[in-house]
Structure formats: C-alpha cells, structure tokens
C-alpha cells in the first residue's frame, strides 16, 4: 500500500508538528535538569555521585524503550508507542515536581526517559513512512534539529526561571508545554501503517551485526555519546564557578549544533563520513580540554570547540550505521542509538564520583568556596578528554581501514 496516499496533507503536517514538539519534549527533559541540577543537590542534601545515578536514570529509560520500541514498531505502530510516550513523560513530570527524596527522583527520571526513548522509536520511522525521496530526507533533518534546537529554549528559559528565583518544581513543570501539545496534535489524526517492505528479518540483522565494522561502530558510539552528554548533563555543576554562565554555555553549545546539523549535507560531502567523525573527535577533546583548563570569556571559545567537536557524532554515526552496515536495518540503528544512551547512563555515576572524589582532593589542599568547585569541576572534565581523546585514534584507524575497503572495491 502507497502510504502517500492514504495520510492526508493536512494530516501528515500535524503528525510531523507533533514529532517536532514531542523532541523538544525530549530538548527540555535534558536542559532543565542539567539547570536544576544544583537546586536538586541543595534542596535534597544529594553528593554528585547520587546526582549522577539520577542523571543516569534518564539515559537508562530512554535506550530501554528505544530498543523495545523499534522491536514492536511493525506490531503496535506509531501511534501506540506515542501513548505510552505521553503517559510516561506526564508521569515522570508529576513524579518529579511532588519528589520528596532521592529514590523518587530516580524512579520520576527514569519515566522521562522511556519517554523520550518511546518519542525517538516512533517518530523517526513515522516521518520515513509519512514522506519519501528527498522530501523525506529534508523533513527528517527538520527534525532531528529539535533536540538542540529545544535544548538552546530549555536551557535559556531554566536561566531565565533561576535568574528571577523562580523554584525548581516550576522549571520542571513547563516541560508539560511541549508535552500538552504534541498530544493534542497528534488527537485523533490518521498515522500511517508501519512500512514492511525491505526491512529484512531480525535473524538477518542480527548476523550482521557481527560483522566487524558494526561492532567498531558499536564501541565508537558508546565514546561519542558521553563525549557530548558528559560534559552537557553537568554543566550547570563543573562550570557554576568558571566565571561564564552554565546555561548560557550550553545554549551556545546547543544552538551551533542545531545550525550545524542544519548544514550537514555539504559538511559531510566536503570531508566524508570518516573525514567527519575524525576532524570532530579532534575537535571535542580541544573543547573539553580548554573546558577544563580556562575561566571567565574563555570558556565560551571552549564551548565552540566543543560544539564544532560534537555536533556531527550522532547523525554521522548512524548514518555510518546506514550505509557501511545496511543489512542490520533499522533495528541496527536502534541499537546503536541505545549503546549511545547506555554509555551515558553508565557513567554518569562514575563522573558524579570523579566530582566528589576531586572535591574531596582539593578540600586537602585548602580551597574552599567558589575556588574548591572550579577547581573540582576542571579536574573531572580534564579525566573526560580521555573520551575524546580515545575517539581520535579510533577514528583515524577508522578512516584509512574505510579508505582501504573502499579502494579495494574498486
């Protein structure tokens, strides 16, 4: 069946606003919570090793119902999966504002991101079933510009909200805008039916994800993703006391990404996917190395860097998944965004115990105040250009093995 011509235009807009405001749901669950983060410390008497099990929770669910979504997509369809993504992000939302303590707030950051995990496994392929050709290209990159692009709203308007004293709970309230709305786009409209043609059984995936370069991908992408989710998730923590503004940092952070992406096509022509990953990795680790050794207007350089560094890890991995790897389909790519996510989860914990551990370092050496948190913070991020720092070897035995297959192919 033609899906284009069973969605009405009208149709086919609404659903695509509703995906669009559904990631940006996704932009302010992120971008709030790094703003509160200090609050929540505060107000809970929480260490950045508890915070850091809290972040974690979030980068835990949504993999969890990413994975489970792109396994039951076919099944239940687009539109089941964005139920439960509206249930679960109004459940962790309430659950968070009415927190009386940590273990609540673990469990309210875990909803938000099977939330967020329901919006990536639904909408993607919604877009890809709703459009073809190259209009679907372009709308998928309207798209995916979202997640930074609600980012630079979330993290100003929780600036905006913490500059005028306005509490926490609020802050995390106004994530139910985004949410409201892409509901009520999404009320009673017509999805259309689950493309099947060409998606291969998941037996065939699954061999091909053994091959050797899927699994390369595989641990590159777990690097790539606490490269950029590390350093934004505790931005508010590391960098309070570096003389820049968090939230400003990451909005600047957020917004050349989003422009960045914007431009991608020509970025990636220019250079080629292996060219891409490897100038970016270099990029990251001068990022987050300046990150951890500059104060006050410098910062904001590092954060160029660093954003020059991450904006194209995420789509150009997948899009390495896509055409390097193309028998592992679309579950392929759903795992692969789910070891991303994992990866996250799994160290945030371990950055939380860094900060303590730093602090505790720098304590012995007699700082205090303001100077014991830059200092703590700066120590932690300069153990995080190991990250980036790992990619770049990586990613240059990455380009020439790529360049000898491809000369092989010849």
């Known amino acids: 069946m033609n899906m284009m011509t069973t969605i009405s235009p009208v149709n086919k807009t609404a659903l695509f606003n509703g995906s669009c405001f559904a990631l940006i749901t996704t932009a302010f669950t992120f971008a709030i919570r790094a703003g509160i983060l200090q609050q929540l410390g505060r107000q809970f008497d929480l260490s950045a090793g508890q915070l850091g099990f809290i972040n974690s929770m979030w980068f835990l669910g949504f993999p969890i119902s990413m994975i489970l979504g792109g396994l039951v997509y076919h099944r239940f369809g687009p539109k089941r999966i964005m139920q439960v993504a509206f249930v679960a992000h109004a459940l962790g939302v309430l659950l968070t504002i009415y927190a009386g303590g940590y273990t609540l707030l673990l469990v309210s950051t875990l909803f938000i991101g099977f939330g967020n995990g329901c919006t990536e496994a639904a909408c993607n392929p919604l877009i890809a079933d709703s459009y073809s050709g190259v209009k679907m290209n372009k709308m998928l990159n309207r798209f995916h510009m979202w997640f930074p692009g609600g980012i630079v709203i979330g993290s100003l308007l929780s600036k905006l909200m913490t500059d005028a004293a306005i509490n926490w709970q609020i802050q995390v309230g106004i994530i139910m805008i985004p949410t409201l709305i892409y509901a009520i ?12 043609s060409g998606a291969g059984s998941l037996s065939g995936n699954l061999k091909a994800m053994l091959s050797p370069t899927y699994i390369f991908l595989f641990i590159c992408m777990a690097l790539t993703a606490i490269t950029e989710f590390g350093p934004q998730q505790w931005v508010g923590l590391i960098m309070g006391s570096s003389g820049a503004s968090p939230m400003l940092i990451l909005a600047l952070v957020t917004g050349l990404m989003a422009i960045g992406r914007y431009f991608a096509g020509p970025v990636v022509k220019a250079l080629g996917q292996t060219g891409v990953l490897l100038i970016s990795a270099i990029f990251a680790t001068i990022g987050v190395y300046l990150f951890s050794t500059v104060t006050g207007p410098l ?28 028998l592992t389909g679309a579950f392929g790519m759903s795992i692969i965004g789910g070891v991303g996510m994992f990866s996250s989860s799994i160290f945030q914990p371990i950055i939380g115990r860094w900060i303590d551990n730093a602090r505790i370092e720098m304590m012995l050496k007699g700082l205090s105040g303001p100077a014991l948190e830059l200092a703590s913070g700066q120590l932690t991020l300069a153990k995080m250009t190991i990250f980036p720092a790992t990619l770049v070897v990586l990613f240059l035995i990455f380009f020439f093995w790529q360049r000898k297959i491809l000369s092989v192919s010849k």
């Open 185 to 196: 786009l999404f009320w009673g409209k017509t999805f259309p039916e689950p493309q099947t």
């Open 299 to 326: 910062v904001y350089l590092a954060a160029v860097c660093f954003a020059i560094g991450v904006c194209y890890f995420w789509p150009t991995m997948v899009g390495s998944v896509a055409q390097r790897t193309p």
